[in-house]
């Protein structure tokens, strides 16, 4: 199966045959109040959510409407921070920073990128300082795990995005991970109007409220599913119930929209990582929606050559055992 057949949502939408979901979360009416529960408004967003997934484009656009009441929702979920799973107990809406040290959404670089997936590229990539994990062999550890960028007003870039339109293919928000920033990824939004497909780059360790609040905002998740046990995960990233949520996370995503999943091989991990997750997707997802690319590009870098196992590159036989392994359980491999 070609890309176009494993994702034809995602390209209708660069073909102006469909919109963005975020264009048409604008067009779909909720009433809201600040002083509203928040299980009343959860409910609502629950069942607005279902007509922009029915929908095939914008109405006008509503005051208040669903992208409103996310991000209302979003900023509630900053107090104690609910947007992954370490579920922080600081308020961030004050300005305290838990275990991802992000305080304001800072952007360390926003260019046309050209070395993602062929489907995707040129990809309009918007880097965020600082993550949810450490992984000990980051090739972006620089920003990841440093103070790096800069604010810029989210209306700055809005206006950024919309002059790409014509030459990108998506936006693509990634990091470190986008995941700390998902408020103001909301804020962005609200001022932009460019019908380009938004894309979830992630490492998936969401909460799922958080998920939710994508749902009706990812047009497409280039997904990262790397350990297949939380032995590894623990080791490698200091993370913890790493299958059980990203697993989780995998599944609502499929519900949501079409992946593009990234499996990063490990050396010496084909056995305890790579076959489990590959036979997991394989039996647990929709794998008509799914396109999976095998990943060679496994370096020694930031803290890796102190780590048994982890100081050396990929070699040819791993990789071909993974990727015939990917290829024979019929994944649609990139
Ligand atoms: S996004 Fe950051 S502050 Fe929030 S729960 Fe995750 S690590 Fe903690």
């Not at 199966?1 to 995602?10: C, G």
């Not at 460019?194 to 894309?199: D, E």
Request: aromatic share 10%.
């Amino acid at each position: 199966m070609n890309a176009k057949e494993a994702l034809p949502r995602y390209f209708r939408i660069f073909d102006g045959k469909e919109s963005p979901y975020y264009l048409i979360c604008k067009g779909v009416p909720v009433s809201l109040s600040s002083d509203s529960d928040s299980d009343v408004l959860w409910k609502e967003h629950e069942e607005k959510v279902r007509e922009v997934r029915s929908a095939k484009g914008p109405s006008k656009v509503a005051n208040p409407n669903l992208l409103d009441l996310k991000l209302e929702l979003g900023r509630r979920l900053l107090n104690p921070c609910r947007l992954c799973e370490r579920k922080c107990n600081v308020d961030r809406l004050a300005g305290e920073a838990g275990y991802c040290r992000v305080k304001e959404s800072n952007v360390t670089s926003k260019f046309v990128h050209w070395g993602e997936e062929p489907e995707l590229i040129p990809s309009y990539t918007i880097f965020f300082s600082r993550c949810t994990f450490e992984c000990i062999f980051c090739q972006n550890w620089d920003i990841s795990q440093r103070d790096r960028g800069h604010h810029i007003p989210p209306e700055n870039l809005a206006s950024s995005i919309e002059g790409m339109l014509g030459g990108v293919r998506n936006v693509n928000w990634v990091g470190g991970d986008p995941t700390p920033n998902l408020v103001y990824i909301l804020e962005v939004l609200e001022s932009c109007n460019a019908s380009l497909p938004q894309v979830w780059n992630s490492n998936m360790y969401l909460t799922e409220k958080a998920m939710s609040l994508l749902d009706g905002i990812t047009d497409l998740y280039l997904s990262d599913f790397k350990y297949g046990n939380d032995s590894c995960a623990g080791r490698l990233s200091r993370v913890t119930r790493y299958f059980e949520v990203v697993s989780r996370n995998h599944k609502i995503a499929n519900e949501q929209c079409e992946i593009v999943l990234r499996h990063l091989v490990m050396p010496n991990h084909i056995e305890c990582c790579t076959k489990p997750i590959l036979k997991w997707i394989s039996e647990n997802l929709d794998i008509s929606r799914i396109r999976v690319n095998v990943m060679d590009q496994y370096r020694p870098q930031y803290k890796a050559r102190d780590f048994e196992g982890m100081d050396r590159r990929l070699s040819s036989k791993e990789f071909n055992t993974a990727y015939h392994f990917a290829e024979d359980l019929g994944l649609n491999v990139i």
